[in-house]
């Protein structure tokens, strides 16, 4: 069940702000509940893409996005599990994203981690491993890279554990993807270049 979600708008005074605003979210393809002065109700919470847009937009209409420190936490937390497991950063030894969130956030791992699970419903940990998955999914079909290299990419142990995990996630074996790739560049081959 979705459960609605409150954006706070900064500089709605009148009916035509209410209007106006409506059709941001209608152009933006965000339902919407109900709107009245300085709020609006969605069906569900915006993704971080959603959000930045939707700033974006509201700004150039004179209008400014307030976000809740709890919002705002849970924005910058999926920022920085997308920058640690985008395939590119380099893991020291004895790597944790506890020390990251702490470093990078300032804020303690443990609350941190309860105000994720609280706002997004799923804990911060599954959020992640999901994440990395979904990345070795990508790897997986569109390039060549070993499973050990992936896994030293996206901060598995070994290759082992990212197929582990990676079984464990999706029901399926990392094999059952790289079919998905061979399939997909015989299909490429196959094509007749149009005349």
Request: glycine share 4%.
């Amino acid at each position: 069940m979705l459960s609605n979600y409150k954006v706070f708008i900064k500089g709605m005074v009148c009916d035509r702000c209410i209007l106006t605003i409506r059709d941001v979210f209608r152009e933006l393809d965000i339902p919407v509940v109900n709107i009245s002065l300085g709020e609006v109700t969605t069906v569900s919470a915006l993704s971080a893409p959603d959000v930045d847009t939707l700033s974006r937009e509201l700004a150039a209409l004179g209008f400014t996005l307030l976000e809740d420190r709890k919002t705002k936490l849970v924005r910058d937390i999926k920022m920085l599990v997308e920058q640690v497991y985008s395939g590119d950063y380099d893991f020291p030894d004895h790597f944790r994203f506890s020390d990251v969130v702490v470093r990078t956030l300032n804020r303690d791992y443990d609350t941190v981690s309860s105000i994720f699970s609280a706002a997004e419903a799923t804990t911060l940990e599954r959020y992640i491993m999901e994440y990395r998955i979904e990345k070795a999914k990508e790897l997986l079909v569109y390039t060549d890279e070993t499973l050990a290299g992936m896994a030293y990419r996206l901060g598995f142990s070994s290759a082992a554990h990212l197929s582990r995990q990676f079984k464990a996630t999706t029901g399926l074996n990392t094999s059952w993807f790289k079919e998905i790739r061979k399939t997909k560049l015989s299909l490429s081959h196959n094509e007749d270049p149009l005349p």
